[in-house]
């Protein structure tokens, strides 16, 4: 964009980064760096009330000196701040306890641009298409007779790994997010969102009106008593269903920890299920390598609710005789390595048909404030939100008062009975998901709020 600020040769950075860490004493040397432009347009009340850009390099250096790791960050790339930032990792290095298991940074792997993930329409949105976006939004909002609180995010990013083993990767992406809730007078609440590389794809009007329509639709909600329950989970609240087995057992280090759920050929869902992590999808904001650099592999979590395989970064495969599937995360790691384009495969109910075919259960929109119990058992806790309703007959009955759960999401799983053939690109708590909504039987309720 005009008078935007001149993009970081980031690959130079890395190499110059590795050079003066090399220098400095370290045997290993890995560079990340990334130079991110980000943008936001935030409005409440039906009122736009913030607009906000951000620019920023930032260099994250991990050395190893033997089997002693340092790892030092900053957002000084310049020439005395890359000398200044060698010497901190490499004396972070130098005063650490050996890693006993230290499998040394990966090799170079054979990696593939993958065009899908940028678009020049999110690289150039301007204020101005974002706050036209906003303003559908609001008109949807303002027709219903509620109120819209949210946001219209865009990003362009390039990323850069380089290392002592000869690993040199760069690559281009895009996100874009519109989210909204809606609030209505007499209480009622509704949440939806759409989430894309490309920021011309995002459809503000029907965003605007899925979530005044849901505001709308939930005044008034009456108690039900807690318990088992069938449910038709939206897009939303698989999201949480997808990311939350990701964190409890999908990564190679929950499984080196003995804490996961995960073990290949074990039936944890119905045949129904089937979970990839695939950085090759448009739908989960794609990328083409991890954070040390490695080239992303397809993983198949889960064929037809049976447990297959896990995802891997240098350090557990080196630990497992195991090759990285390059789902490695920005060092210092202590989350493992993680699935970051969950992708879910779409069955063959349509939309309606998910509740039509429900005699009596709920519709459930989206969670929050969810957190494991169990991490073994996959057991979680959590609150619906945003549209919760009765359906009786098939038939949406009327809004019911949020409720509490503590539910296996395995069970979960085994428990799902019908697939919904569409889905949604949701953004995630690590990254994008691409998500079905689902029909479940026995989903189990522990008890009901005040509203």
Same mark, same amino acid.
């Given at each position: 964009? &005009?008078?935007?600020?001149?993009?970081?040769?980031?690959?130079?950075?890395?190499?110059?980064?590795?050079?003066?860490?090399?220098?400095?004493? *370290?045997?290993?040397v890995?560079?990340?760096?990334?130079?991110?432009?980000a943008?936001?347009t935030?409005?409440?009340?039906?009122?736009?009330?913030?607009?906000?850009?951000?620019?920023?390099?930032?260099?994250?250096?991990?050395?190893?000196i033997?089997?002693?790791?340092g /790892? @030092? &960050?900053s957002?000084?790339?310049?020439e005395?701040?890359l000398?200044?930032?060698a010497?901190?990792?490499?004396?972070i290095?130098r005063?650490?306890?050996e890693?006993?298991?230290?499998?040394?940074?990966?090799?170079?792997?054979?990696?593939t641009?993958?065009?899908?993930?940028?678009?020049? $329409? +999110?690289?150039?949105?301007?204020?101005?298409?974002?706050?036209?976006?906003?303003?559908?939004?609001?008109?949807?909002?303002?027709?219903?007779?509620?109120?819209?609180?949210?946001?219209?995010?865009?990003?362009?990013?390039?990323?850069?790994?380089?290392?002592s083993?000869?690993?040199?990767?760069?690559?281009?992406?895009?996100?874009?997010?519109?989210l909204?809730?809606t609030?209505?007078?007499?209480?009622?609440?509704?949440?939806?969102?759409? +989430?894309?590389v490309?920021?011309?794809?995002?459809?503000?009007?029907?965003?605007g009106?899925?979530?005044?329509?849901?505001?709308?639709?939930?005044?008034?909600?009456?108690?039900?008593e807690p $318990?088992?329950?069938?449910?038709?989970?939206?897009?939303?609240?698989?999201?949480?269903?997808?990311?939350?087995?990701?964190?409890?057992?999908? &990564?190679a280090?929950? /499984?080196?920890e003995?804490?996961?759920?995960?073990? =290949?050929?074990?039936?944890?869902?119905?045949?129904?299920?089937?979970?990839?992590?695939?950085?090759?999808?448009p739908?989960?904001l794609?990328?083409?390598?991890?954070y040390?650099?490695?080239a992303?592999?397809?993983?198949?979590?889960?064929e037809?609710?049976?447990?297959?395989?896990?995802?891997?970064?240098?350090? +557990?495969?080196?630990?497992g005789?195991?090759p &990285?599937?390059?789902? $490695?995360l920005?060092?210092?790691?202590?989350?493992? =390595?993680?699935?970051?384009?969950?992708?879910?495969?779409?069955?063959?109910?349509?939309?309606?048909?998910?509740?039509?075919?429900?005699?009596?259960?709920?519709?459930?929109?989206?969670?929050?404030?969810?957190?494991?119990?169990?991490?073994?058992?996959?057991?979680?806790?959590?609150? +619906?939100?945003?549209?919760?309703?009765?359906?009786?007959?098939?038939?949406?009955?009327? =809004?019911?008062?949020?409720?509490?759960?503590?539910?296996s999401?395995?069970?979960?799983l *085994?428990?799902t009975? @019908?697939?919904?053939?569409?889905?949604?690109?949701?953004?995630?708590?690590?990254?994008?998901?691409?998500?079905?909504?689902?029909?479940?039987?026995?989903?189990?309720?522990?008890? *009901?709020?005040?509203?």
């Amino acid at each position: 964009m &005009s008078g935007s600020p001149v993009p970081l040769d980031t690959l130079a950075i890395a190499d110059r980064a590795v050079a003066l860490a090399h220098a400095a004493g *370290a045997t290993e040397v890995e560079a990340l760096v990334s130079d991110e432009r980000a943008q936001l347009t935030r409005f409440a009340n039906s009122e736009i009330h913030q607009n906000v850009a951000e620019t920023n390099g930032s260099l994250n250096l991990r050395v190893a000196i033997g089997k002693r790791i340092g /790892v @030092a &960050s900053s957002n000084r790339v310049d020439e005395e701040g890359l000398r200044a930032l060698a010497e901190t990792a490499t004396a972070i290095a130098r005063n650490s306890a050996e890693l006993d298991d230290w499998g040394g940074l990966p090799e170079p792997t054979p990696i593939t641009e993958i065009a899908a993930a940028w678009s020049e $329409g +999110t690289a150039g949105a301007t204020p101005e298409q974002r706050a036209e976006g906003v303003r559908a939004v609001i008109a949807a909002a303002d027709a219903a007779g509620v109120r819209a609180f949210g946001s219209f995010s865009t990003g362009a990013e390039q990323l850069s790994v380089a290392n002592s083993h000869g690993i040199r990767a760069t690559q281009h992406r895009t996100n874009a997010q519109l989210l909204t809730v809606t609030m209505a007078l007499d209480g009622g609440s509704g949440y939806a969102e759409q +989430t894309s590389v490309d920021a011309t794809a995002i459809d503000a009007a029907v965003v605007g009106r899925e979530a005044a329509e849901k505001a709308r639709a939930t005044a008034n909600p009456v108690a039900i008593e807690p $318990g088992d329950w069938s449910v038709v989970l939206e897009e939303y609240a698989v999201v949480d269903l997808l990311s939350m087995l990701a964190y409890m057992g999908f &990564s190679a280090l929950a /499984v080196q920890e003995e804490r996961s759920f995960a073990e =290949p050929g074990k039936v944890i869902g119905s045949a129904l299920v089937t979970i990839v992590d695939d950085a090759t999808e448009p739908g989960a904001l794609p990328m083409a390598f991890d954070y040390e650099g490695v080239a992303k592999q397809k993983v198949v979590l889960v064929e037809r609710g049976v447990c297959r395989d896990v995802v891997y970064d240098a350090q +557990t495969g080196a630990r497992g005789g195991h090759p &990285s599937t390059g789902h $490695g995360l920005p060092a210092p790691n202590s989350y493992g =390595p993680f699935p970051l384009n969950m992708v879910m495969s779409a069955g063959a109910t349509d939309r309606a048909a998910l509740v039509g075919e429900m005699e009596r259960g709920l519709l459930v929109t989206r969670f929050h404030y969810t957190n494991p119990v169990h991490p073994k058992l996959a057991i979680v806790t959590g609150m +619906t939100r945003d549209g919760t309703f009765l359906v009786e007959g098939g038939k949406i009955v009327g =809004p019911v008062r949020n409720l509490r759960f503590t539910q296996s999401y395995l069970a979960a799983l *085994a428990g799902t009975v @019908a697939v919904g053939r569409e889905r949604r690109t949701i953004r995630g708590d690590f990254g994008g998901v691409l998500v079905p909504s689902v029909r479940i039987d026995g989903w189990t309720f522990t008890g *009901a709020t005040e509203h």
